[in-house]
């Protein structure tokens, strides 16, 4: 019999089921224990095998069938593993097959909307001005000036911004009446806010646009009825890490990416 899961535990899938709808793949496919994504190769987390009830036991007859899902789209065969005892069983027999580390561990970093979502104080100078955008498409001209990316992979991220059936918020912030300097995108699923995208211009860091960014998109969350905001942050960006601790996000989890080839 299938033991109840720890409330760590059943917090930790409930992060990663909002996670996985609030940032769609173009393509999905469940095999086994696994839900596969692509999407054309933007963006790791839309184009990896992330475990959804797989055990070791499976791993051996799960393997090929996940290469090949990945080879036929001509993209390398990654996984997505979180720090949990069964992917980290997981982790190590991949690791014993040749599939390497391809980056920094990501820390996954929550916090509860039952209080202010603004509750941090703001920093000195003039008010921010938080706005939201109509669309995808006019969103997206802000992100790609403000991160200065203008690739072909653009078209896929609109795609997949598009492909979003829950709520979302396309949200820009600026600190004087020019152009906006920072954006970034809110999306709830399941009562939890994801975060996603947070950029600000380079020209106009440390001048508390993250935080009123931030402050926005959560209040936002919580007029949806959301309870709990979440997301995902490279581990040993200690600045961005600092800033989401002081706006009261801790880290509940860390995932990784292992490929071969």
């Not at 929550?110 to 703001?122: I, N, S, Y």
Request: proline share 7%; glycine share 10%; aromatic share 8%.
């Amino acid at each position: 019999m299938a033991t109840a899961p720890t409330p760590a535990q059943a917090a930790i899938e409930a992060i990663e089921q909002a996670g996985l709808a609030s940032w769609p793949a173009l393509e999905e496919q469940r095999i086994a224990g696994w839900l596969l994504r692509a999407s054309d190769g933007y963006t790791r987390r839309t184009n990896s095998a992330n475990t959804a009830g797989a055990h070791t036991g499976q791993l051996a007859d799960d393997l090929p069938l996940i290469e090949r899902f990945f080879t036929q789209r001509g993209l390398p065969p990654t996984l997505r593993l979180l720090s949990t005892p069964d992917d980290l069983a997981i982790d190590r027999m991949l690791a014993q097959r040749g599939y390497r580390l391809c980056e920094d561990p990501c820390s996954v970093m929550a916090r509860p909307l039952d209080g202010d979502a603004g509750d941090t104080p703001r920093q000195p100078g003039p008010p921010h001005r938080f706005a939201l955008l109509p669309d995808a498409a006019t969103w997206l001209c802000e992100f790609i000036r403000i991160k200065d990316d203008d690739g072909p992979h653009q078209k896929i991220h609109l795609a997949m911004l598009r492909a979003l059936t829950q709520p979302a918020a396309f949200a820009v912030v600026q600190a004087d009446d020019s152009e906006p300097q920072g954006c970034g995108l809110g999306v709830v699923s399941g009562g939890h806010l994801g975060l996603f995208d947070i950029a600000t211009d380079s020209t106009h860091r440390r001048q508390g646009l993250g935080t009123a960014l931030c402050q926005g998109l959560m209040a936002w969350g919580r007029e949806q009825g959301a309870h709990t905001a979440y997301l995902q942050v490279v581990a040993d960006n200690h600045g961005a890490v600092e800033l989401y601790r002081r706006l009261g996000f801790e880290e509940r989890y860390r995932y990784w990416y292992r490929t071969r080839g």
